[in-house]
C-alpha cells in the first residue's frame, strides 16, 4: 500500500506545567512533531491507519550455543558474525553505535523502546559505526526530538549495520548472564540453514585479535572541538599558556577528546602504531591512551609503546588504555564472564570514598593482585570488585577502566579530567 510521509503535530500536555516551572522556555517546546507514515487508499485518501514506516523481513540470530531466535530486520541485510554483548543504558543508542569499542561486538540493548529520538548530528562519538550489528526489542514507530535528523533505520542502513527487533531480548540476556558473552550470527539470508550459520558462529572467535588497528586513524591530526556550553558545569578552566596532550587513537570516542579541549589542552590525535620515539620527540605535556576495540593482549606493539613512555611523561589511560597500562606495569588482564557495558555502573573512589555512578564498556579488566608494587588501585566496580581504575603517583600515570567523557552517561567522573590536567600543570610547574 502506498504511504504518504506527514508530521503531526500535538500540543504538549505538560505545557502548562512547563511554562510554569520554565516561563523563559521557548513556545516551541510546548508542542511536538511526530513524523510518521500514514498509509493511502488508492485515491490517496488518508485511511487513518499508521504503518510501520520500515521494511520488515524476517532475520535470525544463532548463537553457538545452538540457540535460534527469529526476528524482524532493519538496517542492513546480509550475514555478519560477531560477539553479543548486553548494554544496560536507557538513552545514548547513537553515542553507542559509533563507539568505536564495539568493533566485532552485537549489541543488545536491555532498554525494550529503542529509536524514538532517531539520530542527530551532534550525538556521534567517530565518523563511523564499528560495531557488528543492533539488537533490540522494539523498534520505535515515530521519531520525536528536535534535534533528529534521520530515523534509526534509515542510518543503520546507509552505514551497511544490520539490526534487528522483536526478538526477546530479556531472554538473550539472562543467557548471556547465565554462560557469559556468546558468539552469534545475525542472517537476513533464507539461503542459510541454520546449522551453517552456527558453524559461522563456532568457527570466529574475537579473542587474541588485533581490533584497534582496524578503528585507529592513519595518520596524526590535531584536534580543536570543545564540549558545547550545557557541560560547562565544572569549572573547565582554560589555560592560556595551553597543555599539549598527544592522545593515542585505538579508536577513540570523540567527547575524550572534547573534554581535553575543553578543559584547554592543544591535543595531536596520532595513530595506534605511532611510535614512542616520535611522541617523546613532540615534548607533550601529557600523553593520553585512548578506549578501543577488543583483547588488550592481542595488542603487545602498543603495550611496548606504553612502556616507552611510562616514567617519561604524565599518562592518562581510559577503558583500552587503562588496560594496556596495566599490562606496560607488569599486571595481567582478562577476560570477564560478561563483562560492564551501560551508563549506570556504582564506582567507588577508594581515595575520596565517593561513589560515581559511571558510563562502562568493557569485556576485559585488570587482575589487580598482578600489578607490582607502588601501583594504587583507585577506584573499584561496586557490582563485583573489579578495578575500575590505577594511579602510580612516582610517575605520574593515572587510569580509569570506565568512561569519565559520558557520552552516553551521567557526568559523575568528569573530575579525572581535572586531574589529569592538574598532574601535567604541576609536572611542567616542577620541570
Ligand atoms: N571501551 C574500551 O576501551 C574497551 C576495552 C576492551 N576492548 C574491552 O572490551 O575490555
Redesign the pocket.
Known sequence: MATSAMDLTFSNPLSSFASKAQPNRSPKARAFTVRCSIPLSSDGAALGLAERPWKTSDARLVLEDGSVWTAKSFGASGTQVGEVVFNTSLTGYQEILT?P?YAGQFVLMTNPHIGNTGVNFDDEESNQCFLAGLVIRSLSISTSNWRCAETLGDYLAKRNIMGIYDVDTRAITRRLRQDGSLIGVLSTEDSKSDKELLQLSRSWDIVGVD?ISGVSCKTPYEWIDKTKSDWEFSSNERDVDALHVVAYD??IKHNILRRLASYGCKITVVPSTWPALETLKMKPNGVLF???????SAVPYAVETVKEILGKIPVFG????H?LLGQALGGKTFK?KF?HHGGNHPVRNLRSGHVEISSQ?????VDAASLPEGVEVTHVNLNDGSCAGLAYPAQNIMSLQY?PEASPGPHDSDYAFQEFIEMLKRVKQNA
Open positions: 563507539d569499542s581490533l585505538f579508536g585512548s578506549n578501543g576495540p577488543g583483547d588488550p581510559i577503558c583500552m588504555g588496560q570477564m563483562g564498556n568493557h569485556n576485559y579488566a568512561h
